[in-house]
């Protein structure tokens, strides 16, 4: 049996962004009722299983997930989200009036005047601070993992640890309190299971 680490990740419960498609990275939203009954099924998909490592990103709807679900995090600033610079709080459809065809994968943060917006992440960004995340994670021993966190930051965190190009994560649908598990087939970074609602 493979004695090395694996990591359950589970993305956060439903906010109202979550739900109406906005992009949410630095705007700090609660989880909706459905989102506090998202975190209450993951933590009954997760009962008795022991971590030996718990994070969170500090976003109040991930660690408010967390704790909900009974687990006690410890914050990790680079599991927050995808920093979307002028394009927080707008939809796919909003953003592509000005950048056709954009996509997170393939552009990165919109490059746009928006007044009060830094210009966000690039891919290269997120995969610096997510591939910390990783490698913190196969360090810290056998135990299994848990990560509480965002759909796009998941979603590259994902590719981080299978050691594709972040860019593969658009094949990867994550919707909001599912788990998902990365662990090896033989020596090889696998998806083990992804996307399970609970």
Known sequence: MDKRTRVWLARHGATEWSESGQHTSVTDLPLLAKGRDDAQRVG???AGREFGLVLSSPRRRASETAEIAGFTPELDE???EWAYGPGEGLTSPQIREKIPGWRI???GAPQFERDG???GETEADVSARL???VERIRDSGPEDAIVFAHGHSLRA???VWLGLPIATAKHFPLE?????LLGYEKENPAVIRWNAEV
């Open 105 to 107: 994968w393939s552009h």
């Open 78 to 80: 680079d599991l927050v």
């Open 131 to 133: 591939s910390r995340v």
């Open 176 to 180: 909001t309190g599912t788990l998902s």
């Open 44 to 46: 009954a998909a997760l």
């Open 117 to 119: 917006y830094d210009p």
């Open 157 to 159: 965190f994902t590719m």
